[in-house]
């Protein structure tokens, strides 16, 4: 049962900090309102569809959030192989290099065809 | 139950504690890795080459990168074996994620092939300025000025080679994978490129995008029973290498059947249903209406070689001595695809549903081979596969040239008395329609018959399932015959309906892929011979 109490400190402590959170920008936080900061929240996506009659939707956050996720994967890879980077010698570095380097081409096509700007 | 009596945990003990390099022998992996650069080389170009010379040099790349690919398979068939992993000499196992073997080698060699024909005909322009087929931004109306402004603004549809290549990748990962995650992750790499292809089509847009979407979630789900297939199969096993699972179910105890069963038949159903084997056809028809007509074409040939690659790779090494337990379930679904195939497609009006329900009756003749589970059986398959790719290819590059006011009439009404007008396509499109009802003189009368001798050679029920084979090609008879006779023998539609002159890159795989139904049909032997000698699969 003792090894329970730490969990359950921990639980009591994350509802605390949101709590406290929620609170104190209530109270402390300016309020200066605009027509931008009342808009319903839609990941990046403007609330209401842009063309009528059809035409494309802004996907600005959704990109970003994809580019993200590959450097996410990126590093998910990469921090176990810098921990033991000394135990795996060449064969893994290179490994490593080819990876970085199939990464970076994504990267680079992202870049040049506008992926990365946000207007 | 002891450790010694669980595969599982006895497998799971002997992992190796320290690391160990991959043995990669580079020679054997060389055509896989020849494509995958060719992608890579292919996104740089799409990043940073000049929009006027972008096709031309995309177009290039991709086929001699394909081309180098397919002629390094010369080499790496003389470097046969297990590859891209370690031995495990304490306990003896082999854990190798590639198997480069001849079925392998004969299915990458000829997806490749297939490959660069089908690259060549989505390069088709009509003298425009991109590739005909595609759409550079699919969320406009054709024509309207939001499409000409994303044009302007450099959206160019030359991606779809990069994309296509990228699939190729997967197709030829899929029969050479040598364990249950590879396979997923083959699977993964030559499904989500074709899901963006099959939505990129320039005219019925909305189509296009309804059938990429719906074959986007029915692969998904289908992705999801593989997972779930291999989990189970994991956790019978203790391993996802095909070797550890063959050698766990000749030790592991019947009790264990509840684990191994289940993950078998949900494997095979995420196999399955790339392949369009009833019941898991259903996406069949709509994706291959829906899509880009170069698109289908590609995607008819290829995905069917590299997804019965994968069943045979399972079915004969992962999971061959459990073959009792599952095999009459995979009977039952050939014999279901032979019939609601050749069936549904006598009540088709339109050419390429004509063809998807076609390609769903070929699945299941393909099948019935599987099932002959010996040497002749895998190759009779290898054959079946490239004599049906090749015409299949073909047959769609020529559906997209017939056009009525510049959109493909697909209508089989429209295709009347093409014959009158249009002699020599016409002709051709009728060659290849006696190649898929297996006309003697055609590929498909070898392929088909190489195919039935092998189930008839492996037993009674081979027997059963050729003989049903046989009456499902008859009613498939009828239904080329008709195409045949509605072009040939009656009135044209009041609307006129033109053959659009393509150019050289399509006119040369429509050639090839004709002459080489001719040729295989004819002259069988040499193939047949290679496909018999690639028969055989490491383990």
Redesign the interface.
Known sequence: MNSYVPILFMLGLGFAFAALSVFTSLVVGPKRYNRAKLEAYECGIQPTPQAAGGGRVPIKYYLTAMLFIIFDIESVFLYPFAVAFNKLGLFALVEMVLFILTVFIAYAYVWRRGGLEWD | MTAAVLPALSNLSTLPA??Q??EVNYVAVMPLFIVFVTA?IG??V???MPRERRHRVQVSVAVGGLLAAAVSIFWASSNLGLTMGLSDGSTNRSLFALAIDGPALFLQGAILLMGILGVLTMAERFGGVGPDAFTP?G???PGSP?ETAATRAGALTSEVFPLTVFAIFGMMLFPTTNDLIGMFVALEVLSLPLYILTGLARRRRLLSQEASLKYFLLGAFSSAFFLFGTALLYGYAGSVYFGDLSSAISTAPLAMNGLLLPGAFLVFVGLLFKVGAVPFHAWTPDVYQGAPTPVTGFMAACTKAAAFGAILRLAYVGLDTARWEWSNALVIVALLTMVVGSVLSVTQTDMKRLLAYSSIAHAGFILVGVLAFDRTGVGAVLFYIVAYGFSTIAAFAIVSLVRQNGAEATHLSQWAGLGKAHPVAASAFAFLMLAFAGIPLTSGFVSKFAVFSAAVGSGATGTVLAVVGVLCSAITVFVYARVIVLMFFSEAPAEKVEVVTPSAMTTFSIAIGTLTTLALGVVPASLLDLADRASQFVR
Request: no cysteine; charged share 5%.
């Open positions: 320290a690391f390099a991959s890579l996104v740089l799409e990043a940073f931004s969320a406009s109306t939001v």
